[in-house]
């Protein structure tokens, strides 16, 4: 089983900043690495798969770089309704895993 | 646009089975992968199996000796069993559609294990 370690688990900022998230995988999962946002109460919302490639109406300020092993979300501008918790997740073998989520809270 | 809802008992008692339904609007079944997925609260989110409309299926080795998922494509809707539950099954069980990541997702249900 592929093991996600997403860093840091809580980063702390505030609106206009640009957010840093990084995704490590225990062994390469070529370019099928996907990123989700999750809000209080709610389900996740796909962002990112294919490691870059912005799901339908997801803002351009949401980029997504890397394969292999190590991959990076980038929020280049923040907004208020960005801050939630990411996750990062691999379809490259089964079973597909998760990382353990970085919160994205405001500072 | 395509909208999924699960639906099932929101409380399971130790070894019996769990068993959920999520109904897909909007859209044929029959022509993606579907997928089960569940968050223990707190925790991370982990990925149950998965199952296309012709029925062929992948589950978690973690899992697949209790789970088991089907199709019904006359109903537009997919099911899981998970059975001989415990206390580690509780979690907020979720259901999505799989083209290459996981979107649209339900809104999700709370299962409780509890005698």
């Known amino acids: 089983e592929i093991v996600l370690t997403q860093s840091p688990a809580t980063l702390s900022l505030s609106p206009g900043e640009r957010a840093t998230l990084s995704c490590r995988a225990s062994?390469?999962?070529?370019?099928?690495l996907v990123w989700y946002q999750q809000k209080p109460g709610q389900a996740p919302r796909l962002l990112i798969y294919d490691a870059s490639n912005r799901a339908t109406g997801i803002p351009a300020r949401f980029s997504g770089s890397g394969s292999g092993t190590d991959f990076t979300l980038t929020i280049s501008r923040l907004e208020p309704e960005d801050f939630a918790v990411y996750y990062c997740?691999?379809?490259?073998?089964?079973?597909?895993?998760f990382g353990q989520g970085t919160k994205l809270e405001i500072k | 646009q395509v909208q999924l809802q699960e639906s099932g008992p929101g409380l399971v008692k130790p070894s019996e089975t769990l068993s959920l339904t999520c109904t897909v609007s909007?859209?044929?079944?029959?022509?993606?992968?579907w997928t089960w997925i569940r968050q223990p609260a707190g925790k991370r989110l982990e990925w149950i199996g998965r199952i296309y409309g012709s029925g062929d299926t992948a589950y978690n080795p973690s899992l697949k000796s209790r789970v088991t998922m089907s199709v019904d494509t006359s109903k537009n809707q997919f099911s899981l069993k998970l059975r001989s539950v415990t206390v580690a099954d509780t979690a907020v069980y979720y259901c999505?559609?799989?083209?290459?990541?996981?979107?649209?997702w339900g809104q999700g249900t709370l299962v409780t294990v509890s005698s």
């Open positions: 997740q691999h379809r490259s073998s089964w079973p597909y895993t």
């Open positions: 909007g859209g044929s079944i029959s022509s993606y992968y």
């Open positions: 999505a559609r799989d083209p290459g990541g996981f979107d649209p």
């Open positions: 062994q390469s999962v070529s370019s099928y």
